[in-house]
Nanobody, 123 residues
Framework: VQLQASGGGLVQAGGSLRPSCAAS????????LGWFRQAPGKEREFVAG????????YYADSVKGRFTISRDNARNTVYLQMNDLKPEDTAVYYC?????????????????WGQGTLVTVSS
């Protein structure tokens, strides 16, 4: 599967963005998905994950209550609704897919990656 992320941008602190990630292929629903982010000089870190069906989600503590991951299997797209953004959320955001029912927080557990979309939050 090929993943194409978009929807990043520049926003003020307290604002919202909704990056999305579109996938090619007809088997999108057979993949669990994750969003990761990488800030300058830092390791890539897990942000959120969603199961194949969308029934199960999981969030990093740093974004819990502010971010929501969702998917539309009919549109082959996964979304990350980001509210109440903070300057420390500034990073390149990546979507990833793995051929299992459930996500993992381990970046090494994903088979496919999108190219990333930059989110910049100004104070």
């Amino acid at each position: 599967v090929q993943l194409q992320a978009s929807g990043g941008g520049l926003v003020q602190a307290g604002g919202s963005l909704r990056p999305s990630c579109a996938a090619s292929g007809r088997t999108f629903s057979s993949y669990s998905l994750g969003w990761f982010r990488q800030a300058p000089g830092k390791e890539r870190e897990f942000v959120a994950g969603i199961s194949r069906s969308g029934a199960s989600t999981y969030y990093a503590d740093s974004v819990k209550g502010r971010f929501t991951i969702s998917r539309d299997n009919a549109r082959n797209t996964v979304y990350l609704q980001m509210n109440d953004l903070k300057p420390e959320d500034t990073a390149v955001y990546y979507c990833a897919a793995r051929s299992t029912t459930f996500y993992t927080t381990n970046k090494g557990g994903y088979d496919y990656w999108g190219q990333g979309t930059l989110v910049t939050v100004s104070s």
